[in-house]
């Protein structure tokens, strides 16, 4: 008989409930209120004490969002993408927040850029599917596009010729 095949003489251990208490950004439904405004104010402290961290601000954002506390939730996430532009969580979760609001513009142009920031195969996969998500939201038709240069001429050519118009008709 293979030792590979031979039983182990380790026992398994049954699971037992983790110590370390559920952070709200895991799973928002198994914190009570209480625990997360503690979390919150833990957030806080540490965001003073460590303001240049893209992380904590992050953090923090992620936890007023659980909170329903959008503006907060935007201040805080814009703050961590104003720390470092080059994030990724702070623009993932910062496009995140956009789209469920559905700002899906905004959204749009934070995930393009968290897609650009991705690190490994696993947050390129996160941005893409957010970024499809939203884009399946947000048609080509109803996109915000910048005005082209021969828009703007055409446009102007209209107006001139109404004006003219206009002045001959006096």
Known sequence: MSTALAPSALTVQPWSASPVPAFPWRDPHTVSR????????????????????????????????????????????????????????????????HYRLRALDCAEDETSKAVELAENAIQLSMARKQLREIRALNPPV????APSVTGQAVFLSGLMVFAYLAVAWG
């Open 142 to 145: 109803r996109r915000r596009t």
């Open 34 to 97: 209480t625990d997360l405004a503690v979390y919150i104010g833990e957030l806080e402290r540490a965001c003073v004490e460590n303001p240049a961290s893209p992380a904590l601000w992050t953090c923090l954002g992620m936890a007023y969002a659980v909170n329903y506390d959008v503006m907060k939730s935007i201040d805080a996430l814009e703050r961590a993408t104003e720390i470092d532009p080059t994030h990724f969580w702070a623009r993932l979760k910062y496009g995140e927040l």
